[in-house]
């Protein structure tokens, strides 16, 4: 377990690397509102660490630019809610393939056997965070080509592959 948080460390800092002319506040709200599609404002701020006033702002700065739509809930119309553009979309997939390609790299002299180990270790990772986060672990990838590659599954909190994102404000 002592491996998790300089492993996460190396996936942040080069999706920070990787966020283009984005601030970090601004790139970590395009990642909230794509995990969560139709979130308010006040969600977002919540997860950024912002407050509504600032985060009100960063979205405005986000439509403004095409990366976020803005609208209001079908359920609540007084509620102002955010939803990811392909523009935002293209961001986030293009930081992610350039870490995952540097991650490939890093991880590129294991042997095949290591290799092997690894994705089977992370698989079972996946599996037990994901009963123990109530997410459906019937749908993680069973082979190790897609486990390798974040199996394709979008996920709470995912900056690359299967990684989460705990919150932590001390990254931003």
Same mark, same amino acid.
């Given at each position: ?5 300089? *492993? ?12 283009? #002319? ?38 405005? /700065? ?17 509620? *102002? ?5 392909? #523009?935002? #979309? ?5 930081? =992610? ?29 996946? =599996? ?8 459906? $672990? $019937?749908?993680?990838?069973? +082979?190790?080509?897609?486990?390798? +590659?974040? /199996?394709?599954? #979008? ?5 690359? /592959? /299967?990684?989460?994102? +705990? ?6």
């Amino acid at each position: 377990m002592a491996a998790v948080p300089p *492993v996460l460390w190396f996936m942040r800092r080069r999706m920070r690397g990787h966020r283009g #002319k984005l601030s970090m506040p601004q790139f970590r709200a395009l990642v909230r509102v794509e995990r969560e599609p139709s979130v308010s404002v006040t969600e977002v701020a919540e997860h950024v660490g912002l407050s509504l006033s600032t985060m009100s702002r960063v979205v405005s /700065g986000l439509v403004d630019r095409g990366y976020l739509a803005r609208d209001t809930s079908g359920l609540d119309r007084r509620r *102002v809610v955010v939803a990811i553009t392909p #523009k935002g #979309k293209t961001v986030l997939q293009d930081a =992610r393939a350039q870490t995952r390609r540097e991650l490939e790299e890093v991880l590129a002299p294991l042997d095949s056997a290591d290799q092997t180990r690894l994705s089977d270790a992370m698989r079972i990772l996946r =599996r037990l965070f994901d009963s123990a986060d109530g997410t459906a $672990a $019937a749908s993680a990838p069973t +082979n190790g080509a897609a486990a390798r +590659n974040g /199996g394709g599954r #979008k996920h709470r909190g995912a900056a690359v /592959g /299967g990684g989460r994102d +705990n919150g932590s404000r001390s990254h931003r």
